[in-house]
């Protein structure tokens, strides 16, 4: 599976949306970009995937650039309780899902 | 549902004792997931199961830990002898998506934090 990077960190205020970048540069044709967060002392928590087009469900949108070699999770409108670490993770159809360090968000009043 | 169930949530041993921990995954998945969680590793896949049948346990850190899936509702993590570096955050998570489908959206438990003294 590709690997993906993600700035270490990130801030946000409450109210305003949230972007967290992740390049896959090297990300096959087969593979999706899952993101996962977790917050403090939970499991992670599935949020959103995609394989080209841009996604939306109830809890973010993804936005996969047209060569695939980048995306951005939205959270629209950020809460206090979106703090957390969010992974993007690039995956083949397996079920082998490999979890970096991800972006720790921080969502300050 | 009331979702990915591992006993349990916290435990305290001395080194050389034997641990078990205890997943039950959501009803009707088909694949179940042992991870664990350290500061200085972040969060790794030890083992994972698809149909109760063992398909990766590359991520096992050596001999002293064992994973078995008896029936579709539970599966055990084993760590015989324990030692003080395996402490850490052992999650277990369930998947109801199969290999070569898209979906592979996994729900994870509430953990068990292990201290090894």
């Known amino acids: 599976d590709a690997k993906t990077t993600q700035p270490p960190s990130m801030d946000c205020a409450e109210g305003r949306a949230a972007n967290l970048p992740c390049n896959h540069s090297?990300?096959?044709?087969?593979?999706?970009v899952y993101w996962y967060r977790q917050i403090h002392s939970q499991g992670p928590q599935y949020i959103i995937h995609?394989?080209?087009n841009n996604e939306t469900n109830e809890m973010a949108s993804l936005i996969i650039t047209e060569d695939r070699k980048s995306s951005t999770l939205i959270l629209p409108h950020a809460t206090l309780r979106d703090t957390a670490v969010y992974y993007c993770?690039?995956?083949?159809?397996?079920?082998?899902?490999?979890f970096g360090a991800g972006t720790r968000l921080t969502v300050k009043p | 549902d009331a979702g990915v169930i591992q006993s349990p949530r916290h435990e305290v041993t001395e080194m050389g004792q034997e641990v078990t921990l205890r997943c039950k995954p959501i009803?009707?998945?088909?694949?179940l997931f042992w991870y664990r969680q350290t500061m200085m590793r972040g969060l790794e896949l030890l083992i994972y199961?698809?149909?109760?049948?063992?398909?990766?346990d590359s991520g096992m850190p050596e001999d002293r830990f064992s994973a078995k899936m008896p029936n579709a509702s539970f599966s055990t993590l084993k760590i015989q002898p324990s030692e003080p570096r395996d402490s850490a955050v052992y999650f277990c998570?369930?998947?109801?998506?199969?290999?070569?489908?898209?979906?592979?959206?996994?729900?994870f438990g509430p953990g068990t934090r292990l201290t090894v003294l």
């Open positions: 009803s009707g998945h088909n694949s």
């Open positions: 995609g394989l080209k």
């Open positions: 090297t990300i096959s044709g087969n593979e999706y």
């Open positions: 993770i690039a995956l083949n159809n397996n079920n082998d899902m490999r």
């Open positions: 998570a369930s998947s109801g998506g199969l290999a070569g489908t898209s979906y592979n959206e996994q729900f």
């Open positions: 199961f698809n149909n109760n049948v063992p398909i990766d």
